[in-house]
């Protein structure tokens, strides 16, 4: 069995004021053990700078929750991988179903994202997932081979070890529905198979590729657990310190 080394992300998503990132961040540091894993947050944009100090000589990595894709020029309102670079990022969540769903990203946007982080040698954490819609009407290995290969189109081999997917299946975040650790080890096994078709067997065995949706500490371990499972990107679970760092800690 291959192993790779897990990665527990937690997305904060537009959550925390500054003093409530404060307050999490020194919590949390308190309560994450060193163990064999990565442990990364993602704040908001605002928050970015301030975590970057308070993670200083942690072992806690910082991440950004999307990004633009040129370093800069007349785009109101966007954030630059230089920007992002500068205060320490070093993972950008890119592609998120929120992303997808209410601002409307398409593939061919993220996947400049996704060439733009690797240019600037961070580690993009592109999610993938099926509407309940679409589990519903058994076409979910169709969208997620659609949103593989549209988001990764044209990647070179050799930056592809910097890449992490995250599966996060549309239906499962933030209503506490868990796909089952069958379901989420099945599509993520048929990712790395998308990924070894068209980037070769090293790429499908090397890449992490994480599961995303209400994942707590009651189901960290059985996740886990699963052969092709690599990790995990955690959203609500991740504004609590106790529950995140559970979560980080989980027993191997
Ligand atoms: O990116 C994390 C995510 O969308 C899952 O959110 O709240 O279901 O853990 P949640």
């Not at 404060?22 to 894993?37: P, Q």
Request: one cysteine or more.
């Amino acid at each position: 069995m291959i192993r790779r080394k897990p990665i527990i992300a937690g997305n904060w998503k537009m959550n925390n004021t500054m003093e409530e990132a404060e307050k999490l961040v020194a919590h949390l540091l308190g309560l994450i053990e060193k163990r064999d894993r990565e442990v990364v947050i993602c704040p908001s944009f605002v928050c970015l700078s301030r975590t970057a100090e308070l993670l200083k000589d942690h072992d806690v990595a910082l991440g950004a929750q999307n990004m633009h894709y040129e370093d800069n020029g007349a785009f109101t309102g966007e954030v630059s991988p230089l920007f992002l670079k500068e205060v320490g990022v070093t993972y950008v969540i890119l592609g998120h179903s929120e992303r997808r769903h209410i601002f409307g990203e398409k593939d061919d946007l993220i996947n400049k994202k996704v060439k733009a982080t690797l240019k600037h040698d961070m580690n993009p954490i592109v999610c993938v997932g099926e509407t309940l819609e679409e589990r519903e009407s058994n076409v979910t290995f169709e969208i997620i081979k659609n949103q593989v290969y549209g988001s990764l189109a044209g990647l070179e081999k050799e930056k592809m070890g910097k890449l992490v997917i995250a599966y996060e299946p549309v239906w499962a975040i933030g209503t506490g529905k868990t796909a089952t650790k069958e379901d989420a080890n099945e599509v993520i096994g048929y990712i790395r198979k998308l990924l070894a078709e068209k980037f070769g067997k090293e790429a499908g065995d090397k890449t992490r590729i994480l599961y995303g949706g209400s994942v707590k500490p009651a189901n960290i371990k059985e996740l886990m657990d699963m052969e092709e499972i690599d990790g995990a990107l955690v959203g609500g679970a991740s504004l609590k310190a106790v529950e995140f760092s559970e979560i980080a800690n989980y027993d191997i």
